[in-house]
């Protein structure tokens, strides 16, 4: 395949993360950070337009409407029976009963062939995304805790406190790497966003942030679920520093028990922790993920949760890296869903079965691989490619730095 194929492909797994939330929720920002923003976005005058420009328009829209109408009866019913399943299959997953066929939707979804919905004339483009960048996280992580993270001298530096973290977490060499490629692109830094994989001026698609692509939302969960966990870490770290590097150890701490404490203020669930996680102090916490001591421990923390999940189900064979990210992408129930989930079965399972419609639609990689056993080989696949590149090789070698040092 070219370049500019294995761009584009690299490219669409990337938005399928950005659309993939835990819980295979399609990802949308809700309106509510935009509110926060001090310099309101003008109003911009619509063109004038021609008499035959609009009335090309209402044709169009018309043919449009048709078409999505008809697709619609058959859609509606579709989707309804996928949600419908997942639900049983979670209640015969709780209580140990096994899954057939019969369990999931067997069918391929509908495809919608009509024309596109045409764009109003009459409407402008709305300036800006609203998503908050790397820059909104400094801000207000200053500005609403005081914190300002440490940035690593280099970028090998980051790469050798998250393989530290990592191998403390129980994570393989390989399977750390191989993640790494696929959610950084193989060669991303410790504050690559996403929809800047590949091109750093890129406009943003989502807030995840870093090596293993945590949503803002990731982070309030995982400090609220694990944050004594984080402290104890920190405290740890700071008992065996010295002078004004512990001083500034004792400063995180402290910062680092306000966000928790802000983290626990809503019920424990993710939608209350995706509320708090748009808001100015949410944007703000995500910040953490960009300090060399606090951050690899939010980001391995991720992926151990999903490993701790299977562990704690009575699973003990390994993990491969692709299976491990099917939990990242689509919510540790899906993703244990699959990995349970027997070769034969895998085979021919499709996988909108784990997705919730509008993530799908969206997502070309989804329907591509359009089965289980597509889309976690597809997904090693990609790890495999990126993980020859330059960023995946300097984070191997921090891997084996660190074993070599605790020889």
Same mark, same amino acid.
């Given at each position: 395949?070219?370049?500019? @194929?294995?761009?584009?492909?690299?490219?669409?797994?990337?938005?399928?993360?950005?659309?993939?939330?835990?819980?295979?929720?399609?990802?949308?920002?809700?309106?509510?950070?935009?509110?926060?923003?001090?310099?309101?976005?003008?109003?911009?005058?619509?063109?004038?337009?021609?008499?035959?420009?609009?009335?090309?328009?209402? #044709?169009?829209?018309?043919?449009?409407?048709?078409?999505?109408?008809?697709?619609?009866?058959?859609?509606?019913?579709?989707?309804?029976?996928?949600?419908?399943?997942?639900?049983?299959?979670?209640?015969?997953?709780?209580?140990? !009963?096994?899954?057939?066929?019969?369990?999931?939707?067997?069918?391929?979804?509908?495809?919608?062939?009509?024309?596109?919905?045409?764009?109003?004339?009459?409407?402008?483009?709305?300036?800006?995304?609203?998503?908050?960048?790397?820059?909104?996280?400094?801000?207000?992580?200053?500005?609403?805790?005081? +914190?300002?993270?440490?940035?690593?001298?280099?970028?090998?530096?980051? #790469?050798?406190?998250?393989?530290?973290?990592?191998?403390?977490?129980?994570?393989?060499?390989?399977?750390?790497?191989?993640?790494?490629? +696929?959610?950084?692109?193989?060669?991303?830094?410790?504050?690559?966003?996403? @929809?800047?994989?590949?091109? !750093?001026?890129?406009?943003?698609?989502?807030?995840?942030?870093?090596?293993?692509?945590?949503?803002?939302?990731?982070?309030?969960?995982?400090?609220? /679920?694990?944050?004594?966990?984080?402290? /104890?870490?920190?405290?740890?770290?700071?008992?065996?520093?010295?002078?004004?590097?512990?001083?500034?150890? *004792?400063?995180?701490?402290?910062?680092?028990?306000?966000?928790?404490? +802000?983290?626990?203020?809503?019920?424990?669930?993710?939608?209350?922790?995706?509320?708090?996680?748009?808001?100015?102090?949410?944007?703000?916490?995500?910040?953490?993920?960009?300090?060399?001591?606090?951050?690899?421990?939010? *980001?391995?923390?991720?992926?151990?949760?999903?490993?701790? +999940?299977?562990?704690?189900?009575?699973?003990?064979?390994?993990?491969?890296?692709?299976?491990?990210?099917?939990?990242?992408?689509?919510?540790?129930?899906?993703?244990?869903?699959?990995?349970?989930?027997? #070769?034969?079965?895998?085979?021919?399972?499709?996988?909108?079965?784990?997705?919730?419609r509008g993530g799908y639609e969206r997502n070309p990689v989804a329907a591509r691989n359009n089965t289980v056993a597509k889309l976690i080989a597809g997904t090693d696949a990609k790890m495999v490619r990126e993980a020859k590149l330059q960023g995946a090789k300097d984070m191997a070698a921090a891997?084996?730095?660190?074993?070599?040092a605790r020889q």
């Amino acid at each position: 395949m070219p370049e500019s @194929g294995n761009r584009r492909g690299r490219e669409n797994f990337r938005r399928m993360h950005a659309m993939v939330g835990a819980g295979v929720l399609a990802l949308t920002l809700p309106d509510a950070y935009a509110a926060d923003v001090p310099a309101p976005v003008p109003a911009v005058r619509p063109p004038a337009i021609s008499m035959e420009k609009l009335e090309k328009y209402r #044709k169009d829209l018309a043919a449009y409407e048709r078409a999505w109408n008809a697709y619609e009866k058959v859609a509606v019913p579709y989707w309804r029976s996928v949600t419908e399943k997942r639900s049983r299959r979670r209640t015969k997953m709780a209580n140990g !009963m096994r899954l057939t066929a019969a369990d999931y939707v067997m069918q391929q979804p509908p495809v919608y062939k009509g024309p596109p919905k045409p764009n109003d004339p009459a409407k402008s483009e709305k300036p800006g995304s609203g998503i908050p960048e790397v820059k909104d996280f400094l801000e207000q992580g200053e500005l609403k805790f005081g +914190f300002t993270p440490e940035h690593p001298v280099t970028e090998r530096g980051f #790469k050798r406190a998250y393989a530290e973290a990592a191998l403390a977490g129980g994570l393989t060499r390989d399977v750390a790497v191989k993640i790494y490629g +696929f959610e950084a692109g193989g060669n991303g830094n410790y504050d690559i966003q996403a @929809g800047r994989e590949y091109d !750093m001026k890129a406009p943003v698609i989502s807030t995840a942030l870093g090596y293993n692509q945590l949503l803002t939302t990731n982070t309030i969960s995982l400090l609220a /679920a694990s944050g004594d966990e984080f402290l /104890a870490a920190m405290e740890k770290k700071a008992g065996a520093a010295e002078g004004e590097r512990r001083r500034l150890l *004792q400063a995180k701490i402290v910062m680092l028990k306000r966000m928790i404490a +802000f983290a626990r203020s809503v019920p424990n669930e993710w939608s209350a922790h995706g509320r708090l996680a748009n808001t100015p102090k949410g944007i703000g916490a995500h910040a953490l993920n960009l300090d060399i001591d606090i951050g690899p421990l939010l *980001q391995v923390r991720k992926l151990t949760t999903s490993v701790d +999940f299977i562990r704690r189900k009575g699973h003990t064979k390994p993990i491969a890296a692709a299976e491990l990210e099917m939990m990242n992408l689509t919510g540790d129930g899906n993703g244990y869903d699959m990995y349970v989930m027997p #070769k034969a079965l895998r085979e021919k399972v499709p996988t909108s079965n784990f997705f919730q419609r509008g993530g799908y639609e969206r997502n070309p990689v989804a329907a591509r691989n359009n089965t289980v056993a597509k889309l976690i080989a597809g997904t090693d696949a990609k790890m495999v490619r990126e993980a020859k590149l330059q960023g995946a090789k300097d984070m191997a070698a921090a891997f084996d730095a660190v074993k070599q040092a605790r020889q």
